[in-house]
């Protein structure tokens, strides 16, 4: 069964978002695109994404603090959420630090990322 191809991109880096969109949307997927963490749950529940990209270096955020308050919320705690960040050791602890599904690095193979979301919009 397939589900809802719905991604919501979350990054302060205009360039990524515009690879983001690009890239998403030539595959199939419906994206959303933000350049902050303002009124996190509204911007989900207003998008009710299948996937979260969020960046773990956002301006005056840390997207692992974010990755926290989905997870911890009733309503988005069962999105999956993709850490993106270009900080070193960053994937050694993304689950203990905030809950986050998986990790890529900065600057990301397209390919290997797509292969990631396809993990966690898909169901078999």
């Not at 515009?18 to 959303?32: H, N, Q």
């Not at 989905?70 to 999956?80: A, E, F, L, Q, V």
């Not at 993106?84 to 890529?104: F, L």
Request: aromatic share 8%; glycine share 6%; with cysteine.
């Amino acid at each position: 069964m397939i589900m809802s191809k719905r991604v919501l991109a979350i990054d302060d880096n205009p360039y990524i978002l515009e690879i983001l969109d690009e890239l998403l949307k030539y595959y199939g997927y419906e994206i959303k695109l933000s350049s902050n963490a303002e009124n996190i749950l509204g911007q989900i529940a207003d998008f009710n994404p299948n996937l979260i990209l969020l960046d773990v270096m956002l301006e005056g955020r840390d997207g692992r603090d974010l990755c926290k308050i989905i997870k911890n919320d009733p309503n988005t705690g069962h999105i999956p959420i993709i850490l993106i960040s270009a900080t070193p050791g960053v994937s050694e602890n993304i689950h203990e630090e905030g809950g986050a599904d998986d990790y890529v690095a900065k600057p990301f193979d397209i390919y290997k990322l797509l292969e990631k979301i396809e993990k966690y919009t898909f169901v078999s």
